[in-house]
């Protein structure tokens, strides 16, 4: 009933910054907690930053300072903007959409960070 697809990922150079959008289609309303995660090949997927239907967020650690997370309720739209990126933070980005208890997953997109 809701999909959700990511863009804005590519090639950045260290110390450079990419903006992720998550477009929701399908309407939805009322409580629901918005998440970046990422994944990398031999790693745990990884839980990068949430936020909730009242504008409420949460940083991983790894990433406080450097990420932001927003919404544009009109667009139904969630960003990620990164900035200060790392060879570190390479990794697929999947947007994920908890409302009611059902998770609604994007497709994801790479970043890739590297000289």
Same mark, same amino acid.
């Given at each position: @009933?809701? @999909?959700? +697809? !990511?863009?804005?990922?590519?090639? +950045?150079?260290?110390?450079?910054?990419?903006? =992720?959008?998550?477009?929701?289609?399908? &309407? %939805?309303?009322?409580?629901?907690? &918005?998440?970046? #995660?990422?994944? $990398?090949?031999? *790693?745990?997927? !990884? =839980?990068?930053?949430?936020?909730?239907?009242?504008?409420? $967020?949460? #940083?991983?650690?790894?990433? *406080?300072?450097? %990420?932001?997370?927003?919404? /544009?309720?009109? *667009?139904?739209? %969630?960003?990620?903007? &990164?900035?200060? =990126? *790392?060879? !570190? /933070? $390479?990794?697929?980005?999947?947007?994920?959409?908890?409302?009611?208890?059902?998770? #609604?997953?994007?497709?994801?997109?790479?970043?890739?960070?590297?000289?």
């Amino acid at each position: @009933q809701v @999909q959700l +697809v !990511e863009s804005g990922g590519g090639l +950045v150079q260290p110390g450079g910054s990419l903006r =992720l959008s998550c477009a929701a289609s399908g &309407m %939805f309303s009322g409580v629901y907690v &918005m998440a970046w #995660y990422r994944q $990398t090949p031999g *790693k745990q997927r !990884e =839980l990068v930053c949430t936020i909730t239907h009242s504008g409420r $967020t949460n #940083y991983a650690d790894s990433v *406080k300072g450097r %990420f932001t997370i927003s919404r /544009d309720n009109a *667009k139904n739209t %969630f960003y990620l903007q &990164m900035d200060s =990126l *790392k060879p !570190e /933070d $390479t990794a697929v980005y999947l947007c994920n959409l908890n409302i009611v208890g059902t998770n #609604y997953w994007g497709q994801g997109t790479q970043v890739t960070v590297s000289s």
